[in-house]
């Protein structure tokens, strides 16, 4: 199977962080909770490369 990295529909902010979780088969608010924590200490780096994915990633064609 060809899957992609595509935005998620269910959207908090973007879709970013659920894109991927549903490119990786996993929870999406699992890897929500897990991506909030490792943004707490790296704060700027985590919002440039999240702000970055969502310029890049494509919205998912339903």
Same mark, same amino acid.
Not at 1 to 7: A, D, F, G, I, R
Not at 37 to 49: E, N, R
């Given at each position: 199977?060809? !899957?992609?990295?595509?935005? *998620? ?7 970013? %962080?659920?894109?991927? /979780?549903? #490119? ?10 897990? #991506? /909030?924590?490792? *943004? ?9 490369? #999240?702000? %970055?994915?969502?310029? %890049?990633?494509?919205? !998912?064609?339903?």
């Amino acid at each position: 199977m060809n !899957k992609k990295l595509t935005k *998620s529909s269910d959207k908090m902010i973007s879709g970013v %962080v659920g894109g991927f /979780a549903e #490119y990786l088969g996993i929870d999406k608010t699992l890897l929500r909770v897990i #991506y /909030a924590a490792i *943004s707490i200490p790296g704060f700027i780096p985590c919002i440039i490369l #999240y702000l %970055v994915a969502a310029w %890049v990633m494509p919205e !998912k064609n339903e």
